[in-house]
């Protein structure tokens, strides 16, 4: 509470004093006005202050006027012209009157105790040196549910903060703090409260502390997550950029059946295994009836634009069995069948390929794919296949200069899932790993004596243009 | 003789730590009871009339009080006793409470007697022990005459309301100082 009486007002707040007046409005109001003082503890003169001589405004700063420990006596007079309209006089000591800062508390507390930190304000950093004893001892004041009050001092000693511990409190109450100085000022003001709930199994913080756990959270769960986005993205395991493949490559995700290129004839290639041929041929005289009888058939597959992978052996883990779309095979009805294309091939045979002990089938292979085609796949027994054209010779059926070594050529590997059209000999080719029972392998042009071939034969799958897929592939 | 030195030593430490434990508390009771004189005082004074100006007088009050910094605390302890005692008789006076309500005397009276029965134990510990210290005569005398003057103002001025005043006014600047003495007694 400001030093005042009717007219006359000090404000006064840590030892910065500001001497205010203020008349009635039915008074006259003087023109101007003097501030003058004097000491109680000797026999002294009045004396005017010098800035607040003959002043228009109602206010004076006498904080470079007065002493701590002396009491003023204070006059304020007002003017009118010469006339002396009023004059007040009051008596103020700045050590008592003035009016303090509070201390600063902090809180953290426990289960059933607290941590009170107790130090100076910003505002009081040049005071508490020149007033060093009305600083020396601060009051905490503890607030229990109850409404019961307790009392604690705490020696500053000349210390910039002091930390206590309040302890012997009950859980699942609800305390609060403030903390005031311990003077002999007529007006202590005390820190604004503090309350909190004491919890069982919480240690909560004050509101300062409060925030290192979320810098913590911050640093050490979002930050990994975001630079674990920025990696995913980076190695586009999510996000994943859509890849602009040559239209060649853009393989819909149905196919509706067997592939065909409306501007190409289909093409049957023959495939047959190459090393286990070899050794056949070497070693089996007498299966060389069985084997001339599939390599004479397979010498009319290549009339028959068909071909049919053969069987090596009653060992290779192949087992090779030509089906015939428009027969019946009642161990291979539930193999899923491609609807042949609309060329001239209808006596084109499909085949799966089907690892294991069981029948196996050969899926169809298109040596042209359609851009347009919509493919469905329907091989659920179908495995996808690569042929090795380092072991197959891949000739044109239709062409009858195709020889024999160089049906020789064309074998199966003896692999069960992948049949790779590699030619060993010359280029080795990427696996393929789409599905032939429904796409279009690329194939592999082993030599130049295919494309002289394929060229020739009028039964050659010709194209209007080149399908230029890359230096792997097949140019037709 | 090995012994006789050990258990001086030991007596030594006690009433150190007996006097350290006593000064804190002496310290901590003499600043409550010091601020509720000050309140007192100011009760006592109220509104101070401005035709009392005529009868302020310079008591020339002693540097042993104006500057309390430079006492150790057994020298302070002293210094603190010598005033609560010459205050007391000083408020014991004739016309006291002239103007002023009885009890707020009386509590003042009272205060002033509990704080020097409290530096009265502390004092003797302080004399039981080797090498005590013990207050300047002169600075006792300078103390003396400090109050005496402030008796001698009352009597010529015939124990008025305003020299009451005046002497009020004076006895807070010296609770003032009394504040400022009984930090001294920190260790």
């Not at chain 1, 009888?293 to 397979?298: A, L, M, R, V």
């Not at chain 1, 002289?452 to 010709?462: I, K, L, M, P, R």
């Not at chain 2, 010296?174 to 920190?186: G, S």
Request: proline share 5%; glycine share 2%.
């Amino acid at each position: 509470m400001p030093v005042k009486n009717d007219i006359l007002t000090m404000t006064s707040h840590n030892f910065q004093h500001i001497l205010s007046w203020k008349l009635s409005s039915n008074a006259i109001i003087p023109t101007h006005y003097t501030v003058s003082y004097t000491i109680m503890s000797a026999y002294k003169e009045w004396k005017a202050v010098e800035k607040c001589t003959n002043i228009t405004k109602s206010s004076c700063n006498m904080t470079d006027i007065y002493e701590t420990n002396e009491t003023y006596l204070t006059s304020v007079t007002g003017f009118n012209s010469k006339k002396k309209l009023f004059e007040c006089v009051f008596e103020f000591l700045p050590i008592t009157d003035t009016i303090l800062d509070p201390p600063e508390v902090s809180i953290f507390y426990f289960e059933d105790a607290i941590n009170v930190t107790v130090h100076f304000p910003e505002s009081l950093s040049i005071i508490k040196n020149k007033e060093k004893e009305l600083f020396s001892s601060v009051v905490i004041k503890v607030k229990s549910h109850d409404m019961s009050e307790q009392e604690l001092n705490i020696e500053m000693d000349d210390r910039e903060n002091v930390t206590i511990v309040i302890d012997s409190l009950m859980p699942n109450s609800n305390y609060c703090i403030s903390a005031h100085w311990e003077t002999f000022s007529n007006n202590v003001p005390h820190s604004p409260l503090k309350c909190f709930i004491l919890s069982p199994n919480q240690e909560s913080e004050s509101e300062e502390i409060i925030a290192m756990p979320l810098i913590f959270a911050t640093c050490f769960i979002i930050f990994p997550i975001i630079i674990s986005v920025i990696f995913l993205k980076k190695t586009e395991y999510i996000c994943k950029k859509k890849k602009h493949f040559p239209k060649a490559l853009d393989f819909p995700s149905i196919i509706p059946g067997p592939l065909q290129l409306p501007y190409e004839k289909v093409t049957r290639a023959d495939v047959i295994e190459k090393t286990k041929k070899k050794k056949m041929f070497n070693e089996s005289d007498d299966k060389s009836d069985s084997d001339n009888e599939s390599t004479q058939k397979i010498e009319n597959n290549y009339t028959m634009n068909g071909f049919s992978p053969r069987s090596l052996s009653q060992n290779s883990k192949f087992t090779w069995k030509e089906y015939n779309s428009n027969d019946s095979d009642p161990d291979e009805t539930e193999s899923p069948e491609f609807d042949p294309p609309a060329t001239d091939t209808d006596s084109a045979t499909s085949y799966q390929v089907k690892s294991g002990p069981d029948e196996s089938r050969i899926c169809r292979i298109w040596s042209n794919l359609s851009e347009d085609s919509n493919f469905s796949s329907r091989s659920e027994d179908c495995f996808n296949f690569n042929v090795n054209l380092s072991t197959v010779f891949v000739g044109d059926p239709g062409n009858d200069t195709t020889s024999e070594e160089d049906a020789a050529q064309i074998l199966l590997p003896v692999q069960e899932e992948k049949i790779n059209l590699v030619n060993s000999d010359e280029i080795e080719l990427k696996h393929i790993t789409h599905a032939t029972c429904v796409k279009t392998p690329l194939f592999h042009v082993p030599s130049k004596d295919l494309w002289s071939e394929n060229a020739s034969s009028d039964e050659s799958v010709t194209s209007e243009s080149e399908v230029d897929l890359g230096n792997d592939y097949i140019r037709r | 003789m090995a012994n006789r030195s050990t258990l001086q030593l030991v007596l030594l430490l006690f009433f150190a730590y007996v006097s350290s434990e006593s000064y804190e508390s002496l310290r901590f009771y003499q600043r409550r009871t010091n601020k509720s004189s000050i309140y007192l005082l100011k009760k006592m004074i109220g509104e101070l009339h401005p035709e009392c100006q005529k009868d302020r007088m310079d008591f020339q009050i002693p540097k042993e009080i104006l500057q309390p910094k430079q006492y150790q605390k057994e020298n302070a302890t002293m210094v603190i006793h010598e005033m609560l005692q010459q205050i007391f008789l000083l408020f014991s006076s004739k016309n006291a409470s002239l103007g002023v309500n009885n009890t707020i005397i009386e509590t003042f009276l009272n205060i002033i007697f509990q704080q020097m029965e409290h530096l009265e134990m502390a004092l003797k510990e302080e004399m039981n022990q080797v090498n005590s210290t013990r207050l300047n005569e002169e600075s006792i005398q300078h103390l003396n005459n400090y109050y005496q003057r402030i008796m001698n103002y009352l009597e010529n001025k015939k124990y008025s309301s305003c020299s009451w005043k005046i002497v009020q006014v004076e006895t807070r600047l010296n609770f003032i100082f009394l504040y400022k003495l009984t930090e001294r007694l920190k260790n």
